[in-house]
């Protein structure tokens, strides 16, 4: 069974960091794109960050880029994004997601459930 | 980048159909995708390439795309259907994950 367990999540002040973790189990996790996406308070859904397989590649949505970092450790099947200059905006759950190419096309098959970050003074 | 339309709701009585519509530039030439979304839980994939059922998701899922309109149907529409759903395409153009606003099913 496919399973994505969000930790790191809390909250920090404006222009802090944050650095969330997402363990995997049930999956090849060396195989596979992963992906963060966000939803904050009462909002819809929020790609933030993706990363191929070796690390070899990583995207980011433009609201985010200079600031997140995405990255894994494939030998401890985890993934993590570091949140620098945080802000009011950023505040939202983050789900991890095991993202899957087929036919030129990318989707979230699996997701986490989600760990909350706040950003208050 | 591009942008995704969905309708904020949509109401359907018990055992009828709820069509759920995503509008985007010639968005039949990309491939869309699904999630379900009861409140307090994780989305959930529902249909993907279009059309595409994961194993687990009932048949009474369904999904279309063509022209400027992809569209979600779910028959015979139950109570626990009641949920967001959002699309989703992969944006080649900016290399951006694009999700739409959002649809709210209520089942009445």
């Known amino acids: 069974e496919v399973q994505l367990v969000e930790s790191g999540g809390g909250l920090v002040q404006p222009g802090g960091s944050l650095r969330l973790s997402c363990a995997a189990s049930g999956f090849t996790f060396r195989l596979h794109w992963m992906s963060w996406v966000r939803q904050a308070p009462g909002k819809g859904l929020e790609w933030v960050a993706n990363?191929?397989?070796?690390?070899?590649?990583?995207f980011y949505v433009d609201s985010v880029k200079g600031r997140f970092t995405i990255s894994r450790d494939n030998a401890k099947n985890s993934l993590y994004l570091q949140m620098n200059n945080l802000r009011a905006e950023d505040t939202a759950v983050y789900y991890c997601?095991?993202?899957?190419?087929?036919?030129?096309?990318?989707?979230?098959?699996?997701w986490g459930q989600g760990t909350l970050v706040s950003v208050s003074s | 980048s591009y942008v995704l339309t969905q309708p904020p709701s949509v109401s359907v009585a018990p055992g009828k159909t709820a069509s759920i519509s995503c509008g985007g530039n010639n968005i039949g030439t990309q491939r869309v995708h699904w999630y379900q979304q009861k409140p307090g839980q994780a989305p959930v994939m529902v249909i993907y390439y279009d059309s595409e059922r994961p194993s687990g998701i009932p048949e009474r899922f369904s999904g279309s795309n063509s022209g400027n309109t992809a569209t979600l149907t779910i028959s015979r529409v139950e109570a626990g259907d009641e949920a967001d759903y959002y699309c989703q395409v992969w944006d080649s153009d900016s290399e951006h994950w694009v999700f739409g606003g959002g649809t709210k099913v209520t089942v009445l």
């Open positions: 990363m191929k397989q070796d690390g070899s590649e990583e």
């Open positions: 997601a095991r993202g899957e190419w087929f036919h030129f096309s990318y989707y979230f098959d699996y």
